[in-house]
């Protein structure tokens, strides 16, 4: 079976989270499924993206878990915006500048003694664009994120969040 090179220093990176590679091999394509048994290749170019990229989802679960409006600062273009759907049907955005206020003002799942859960679903890249799927869980419910990117002024900021909320038995 062909690996691709980087596929132990990625594996690293993913923070012990391992990858089984002995599964099959999916045909090469521009979206890298970690939950699958195998990874797709990604061209040249965007092998150096994914570090990057794990490592802002890394920055990302940190400051969830924290709760740290200063962590998730680093991470946001400061014109982003975060998108979820409102209870009847509607769609609510939040600047965020007004999200990180909220954030600030929540009980951290550090704090309340939440087990950290955190996973990276998901890693397209096109270009200089990428999209990241992340699960995590916070008191009481279970959050999945749709982060969107670009690569601006050589590294990778989240432009759009947009999550969906399912609250825990």
Do not use: H
Request: charged residues 25%.
């Amino acid at each position: 079976m062909v690996v691709c090179d980087w596929l132990g220093q990625l594996t690293r990176l993913v923070s012990g989270r391992r990858l089984n590679i002995d599964g099959p091999f999916f045909k090469p394509s521009e979206t890298l499924d970690l939950k699958e048994t195998a990874m797709t290749p990604l061209n040249a170019s965007s092998k150096d993206n994914v570090g990057g990229l794990i490592a802002l989802a890394q920055i990302y679960f940190d400051a969830s878990y924290e709760l740290d409006a200063g962590k998730f600062a680093t991470i946001f273009s400061p014109t982003a915006s975060i998108t979820r759907r409102g209870d009847d049907d509607s769609v609510l955005v939040t600047a965020l500048s007004a999200w990180l206020d909220a954030v600030g003002g929540m009980t951290s799942p550090r704090d309340a003694g939440v087990a950290r859960v955190d996973e990276i679903l998901a890693i397209a890249i096109t270009r200089d664009m990428a999209m990241l799927k992340l699960r995590l869980r916070m008191p009481s419910r279970e959050v999945t994120d749709l982060l969107s990117c670009f690569n601006l002024s050589g590294r990778w900021q989240i432009v759009q969040k947009v999550f969906a909320a399912e609250a825990l038995d």
